[in-house]
């Protein structure tokens, strides 16, 4: 999305932000499928906190006519840093794969977090899937590969929400989108298939350099 805004100064973001996520459905749909053959996914878990993300993300989408998601370009690389600093300083999290029984509150605390993240990436989007594993992670115990494989079935329905209001609204460029998704499924098929070579160390490694270059590229955005 940075790089869409940068690329294209003059087109109103509501048409950048359908045609990104025109993309990013194709990348993240075909990732959960990779990730589905090899990844034991707890759909039970999963499917109403994609739910709750599909329904914030439509109402993040929504708000994209009234207010500028530039407004949240200083306050990415900030969100990301804190990220990757708790990731840094917590060298086990993430390392095993222990699924929690969350309690009631605990649950709905953990729901409402999807959702911000879900009206968050309706809005704007840069960083979601971090900000979703690092939530897998530390609240349902994940480690990092089935963290990733969870961020990604979440990433669908929040991409899938916006994708309806801005579809709706004509706001999406769909040569460029396409082409877009093509490269993000191709992406994806890679990613997925070094993850699962590697297992989790090698996906907590990928989460930090990603993170480094989502940093730095968001805050050359936000300053400049």
């Known amino acids: 999305m940075p790089a869409l805004l940068t690329g294209f100064p003059s087109v109103a973001p509501p048409l950048l932000l359908g045609t990104n996520k025109l993309g990013?459905?194709?990348?993240?749909?075909?990732?959960?499928?990779?990730?589905?053959?090899?990844?034991?996914?707890?759909?039970?878990?999963?499917?109403?906190?994609?739910?709750?993300?599909f329904l914030a993300a439509l109402g993040g989408a929504s708000l994209v006519s009234a207010v500028s998601p530039a407004l949240f370009r200083p306050l990415?690389?900030?969100?990301?840093?804190?990220?990757?600093?708790?990731?840094?300083?917590?060298?086990?999290?993430?390392?095993?794969?222990?699924?929690?029984?969350?309690?009631?509150?605990?649950?709905?605390?953990?729901?409402?977090?999807i959702a911000a993240i879900g009206f968050y990436d309706g809005f704007f989007g840069p960083g979601t899937g971090s900000f979703l594993m690092l939530l897998f992670i530390r609240v349902y115990g994940f480690d990092f590969l089935h963290a990733s494989a969870g961020a990604r079935v979440i990433n669908v329905a929040t991409n899938a929400g916006a994708l309806l209001y801005f579809g709706w609204h004509a706001d999406i460029y769909w040569g460029l989108g396409l082409a877009l998704g093509i490269c993000n499924a191709a992406g994806s098929l890679v990613g997925t298939r070094i993850a699962f070579k590697h297992g989790s160390k090698f996906v907590r490694a990928l989460f930090i350099v990603v993170g480094l270059a989502l940093i730095v590229k968001t805050a050359r955005d936000a300053l400049a």
Do not use: E, N, Q
Request: charged share 15%; with cysteine.
């Open 24 to 53: 990013s459905i194709c990348g993240t749909g075909s990732a959960v499928l990779r990730y589905a053959r090899f990844v034991r996914i707890p759909w039970r878990v999963l499917l109403p906190a994609a739910g709750a993300a």
């Open 76 to 113: 990415v690389p900030v969100m990301l840093s804190v990220a990757l600093l708790y990731v840094l300083w917590h060298r086990d999290l993430g390392a095993k794969h222990v699924p929690v029984a969350l309690s009631r509150l605990r649950s709905g605390a953990a729901m409402a977090g």
